[in-house]
T-cell receptor, first 109, second 112 residues
Framework: QKEVEQDPGPLSVPEGAIVSLNCTYSNSAFQYFMWYRQYSRKGPELLMYTYSSGNKEDGRFTAQVDKSSKYISLFIRDSQPSDSATYLC?????????FGAGTTVTVRA | NAGVTQTPKFQVLKTGQSMTLQCAQDMNHEYMSWYRQDPGMGLRLIHYSVGAGITDQGEVPNGYNVSRSTTEDFPLRLLSAAPSQTSVYFCATGREPNSPLHFGNGTRLTVT
């Protein structure tokens, strides 16, 4: 069983919809939780970074962490075609990151 | 300010050949790492370094060597390429081990 599970999708939504992405994990030692966005043929770029349970907002993006359920989510409000990308969840303990496999999202104009 | 620079962008090797993937950063980050990305597998850590002269193995180190003689550079060596090493390789750096990572744009390697 993988330490981090992420639904690979793909997910296709109309412009303006709310995108909901989720990951579950099994390792209780994870302390830091991240979401990365990866455009085609590019490296991942950090979107959100948090280390506590609860919600964190940044513009149209909200990251949610529930440590008791070992579950994290990313919500994208008012989605735009430019949000079309692969979204990777990641969790960290000590020196190493563990990534989900990524969910590919397409926002249709 | 280039960030994280990876070269080459693309490479095709024959089985048994060796090569070095280059990674250079200009952010004075102490932490550098190499990941490979395969469909359905996500990103997997190959090797990492917490400073010049210090390296350690990640999740999938077999078939790869690294060294860190300077803060700026962290090359990844494939000793004898195998088709199983066909992948996209990313170098990622951080100010310190627990800082968020900055990724390069990858090297796409095909081993035939």
């Amino acid at each position: 069983q993988k330490e981090v599970e992420q639904d690979p999708g793909p997910l296709s939504v109309p412009e303006g919809a709310i995108v909901s992405l989720n990951c579950t994990y099994s390792n209780s030692a994870f302390q830091y939780f991240m979401w990365y966005r990866q455009y085609s043929r590019k490296g991942p770029e950090l979107l959100m970074y948090t280390y506590s349970s609860g919600n964190k907002e940044d513009g149209r993006f909200t990251a949610q962490v529930d440590k008791s359920s070992k579950y994290i989510s990313l919500f994208i409000r008012d989605s735009q075609p430019s949000d079309s990308a692969t979204y990777l969840c990641a969790m960290k303990t000590e020196y190493k990151l563990s990534f989900g496999a990524g969910t590919t999202v397409t926002v249709r104009a | 300010n280039a960030g994280v620079t990876q070269t080459p962008k693309f490479q095709v090797l024959k089985t048994g050949q060796s090569m070095t993937l280059q990674c250079a950063q200009d952010m004075n980050h102490e932490y550098m790492s190499w990941y490979r990305q395969d469909p359905g597998m996500g990103l997997r850590l190959i090797h990492y370094s917490v400073g010049a002269g210090i390296t350690d193995q990640g999740e999938v180190p077999n078939g790869y060597n690294v060294s860190r003689s300077t803060t700026e550079d962290f090359p990844l060596r494939l000793l004898s390429a195998a088709p199983s090493q066909t992948s996209v390789y990313f170098c990622a750096t951080g100010r310190e081990p627990n800082s968020p990572l900055h990724f390069g744009n990858g090297t796409r390697l095909t081993v035939t």
